[in-house]
């Protein structure tokens, strides 16, 4: 293999892959592309093109120069500027919200890419995961109950639910990148942290990249999912509304009235009539996650600092 000059190999980039419905709109908006910061993406908050680049292409048109080359205008750019540029893509690391899980697929194709990246991993406890997914998948157009979305029922040989267990092991995608990037190129940020203390988990972010630390954005968080009785609206209202086309981006008259009822319920409504509804699926995610996460997330805190960090898990 050539030996990449540093740019090239992407030295000074800073690879976001995830995970989805850990803050990473906020991230995007409020911290990524903040010059004060000392930071900024030259592809877009959230960038299509590595999409493009990382996912979309099957593995027998996957080419690392060829991707190298896209990204390359960008990369010049930001250094013009005398800033850290950020490929941000939540669902690099996969997408428990679709059922779509290339994730160690794009970890060895970030790796051949760009071999000298840094990379950041949010993480967050599993359950508040599975219930956030869930409640993402209903607002992007989804129908199933919650116990079809986890596979909870009875299910034909070879099919199973939307969201894999699995895929939330994050020992397992951790571990991944460690051996990809070296564990000093890989930093794991914690949801539950930035709830409690954003300035501490910012000041994570800047201390792995060597930027100052700045005061924390005050700005609220960003695509939060629909409330207790907004979430079955909408699901039931799915059933009978033309879809959304997500190649062309395009939200059909049918949709964007039942968007506005359901935020209109979400809005409108008291607390603890959501609150009610929300019980069942929460429920169910308790019953049938168990403490399958228990061992993972023993070896999660290992890798990531120790347990006051997972505080919220289920150690």
Not at 121 to 142: F, H, T, V
């Amino acid at each position: 293999m050539v030996a990449l000059p540093g740019m090239e190999a992407g030295e000074g980039l800073l690879i976001h892959v995830g995970m989805p419905k850990t803050a990473s709109t906020w991230l995007q908006n409020h911290v990524f592309d903040d010059p004060q910061r000392g930071m900024t993406c030259p592809w877009g908050r959230r960038s299509g093109l590595a999409i493009d680049q990382f996912v979309i292409p099957t593995p027998f048109r996957f080419d690392a120069e060829a991707a190298r080359r896209s990204f390359r205008d960008g990369l010049a750019r930001s250094r013009e500027r005398g800033l850290l540029p950020v490929l941000s893509e939540e669902t690099l690391v996969g997408d428990p919200v679709s059922g779509r899980y290339w994730g160690l697929m794009v970890a060895d194709r970030l790796q051949a890419t760009f071999p000298r990246a840094r990379i950041v991993l949010c993480i967050r406890e599993q359950k508040a995961m599975i219930l956030s997914a869930y409640k993402e998948y209903i607002k992007a157009g989804g129908t199933f109950s919650i116990e079809r979305y986890l596979g909870a029922v009875e299910r034909r040989e070879g099919f199973s639910g939307v969201c894999q267990l699995d895929a939330l092991e994050y020992d397992l995608i951790i571990d991944a990148y460690h051996a990809r990037f070296g564990r000093d190129a890989v930093l794991t940020l914690v949801f539950e942290e930035l709830q409690r203390d954003a300035a501490a988990f910012l000041g994570r972010l800047s201390d792995f990249l060597g930027l100052p630390r700045n005061a924390p954005p005050t700005n609220r968080a960003a695509n939060v999912g629909h409330r207790g009785i907004g979430l079955n609206l909408r699901r039931i209202g799915n059933r009978y509304v033309s879809p959304a086309d997500p190649l062309l981006g395009i939200h059909p008259p049918s949709w964007r009235a039942l968007n506005r009822i359901v935020r209109a319920a979400d809005r409108l409504l008291p607390g603890a009539m959501h609150a009610a509804v929300e019980e069942r699926p929460i429920r169910v995610i308790r019953e049938f996650v168990g403490d399958y996460f228990r061992e993972s997330n023993r070896r999660t805190a290992a890798l990531v600092g120790g347990e006051e960090r997972l505080i919220n898990f289920d150690l």
